[in-house]
C-alpha cells in the first residue's frame, strides 16, 4: 500500500478487548473513542461535576469518569491533545502518564494551564488521549563494556 493510501478495514491492526467501566453519575459522557480511522489515540473527557476553571501557571486534576482493566502485558499511556497545547498552552504534567493492568482506579488527568488565559473545564471537553501499548519485561544483564556506536557517549545536542 502506498503512503497516505486509506484501508477499507482495520484487519491490518491488532484488536484487543479492554473491560472499561463508567463510574456511577457518568453514564451521559461517551467511551474513550478514536476520531479518526487511522488514530492511534483516544480521545479522553471531562467527567467533572460543574465547570472548572485553571489560572495561568496552576494545574488541576481532572476525572475522566472511568475505570479499566487492561490485559496483562499492556499499559495504557495518557497524552495531550495537540491542539490545546497549541492554541491555549494547556498540556499534562507526568506526560506520559501511565496506566498499569493492575490499576483499577479512577484515569485522572493532571492538567497544566501553561497559556496566557484561564482555561475553563466543561463536562464532556476532550482534554487527553489514551493509547494502549504491549509492555515488555526487562531482564538486565550486566556487562564490563558495552558495544561501541557512532554516537558513544554523545548526548543533548550531539546530532
Given amino acids: 500500500m502506498s503512503a497516505g493510501a486509506e484501508c477499507n478495514s482495520y484487519s491490518f491492526?491488532?484488536?484487543?478487548?479492554?473491560?472499561?467501566?463508567?463510574?456511577?453519575?457518568?453514564?451521559?459522557?461517551?467511551?474513550?473513542?478514536?476520531m479518526t480511522r487511522l488514530a492511534a489515540g483516544m480521545d479522553l473527557f471531562a467527567?467533572?461535576?460543574?465547570?472548572?476553571?485553571?489560572?495561568?501557571?496552576?494545574?488541576?486534576?481532572?476525572?475522566?469518569?472511568?475505570?479499566?482493566?487492561?490485559?496483562?502485558?499492556?499499559?495504557?499511556?495518557?497524552r495531550p491533545r495537540s491542539g490545546l497545547a497549541l492554541h491555549q498552552g494547556l498540556t499534562l504534567l507526568?506526560?506520559?502518564?501511565t496506566i498499569d493492568a493492575d490499576y483499577r482506579g479512577e484515569i485522572a488527568l493532571i492538567v497544566i494551564n501553561h497559556g496566557d488565559a484561564p482555561f475553563v473545564v466543561k463536562r464532556g471537553a476532550r482534554l487527553a488521549q489514551m493509547v494502549v501499548q504491549k509492555i515488555c519485561r526487562v531482564q538486565w544483564v550486566e556487562a564490563l563494556q558495552l558495544d561501541?556506536?557512532?554516537?558513544?557517549?554523545g548526548g543533548f545536542g550531539h546530532t
Avoid: F
Fill in 13 to 34: 491492526m491488532e484488536t484487543i478487548n479492554v473491560q472499561i467501566r463508567k463510574i456511577a453519575g457518568n453514564e451521559d459522557l461517551p467511551l474513550p473513542e478514536y
Fill in 94 to 97: 507526568n506526560s506520559p502518564g
Fill in 47 to 78: 467527567a467533572v461535576a460543574a465547570e472548572e476553571t485553571i489560572l495561568p501557571g496552576a494545574r488541576k486534576k481532572i476525572p475522566t469518569g472511568i475505570v479499566i482493566s487492561l490485559p496483562q502485558g499492556y499499559e495504557a499511556q495518557i
Fill in 148 to 153: 561501541e556506536t557512532p554516537r558513544g557517549e
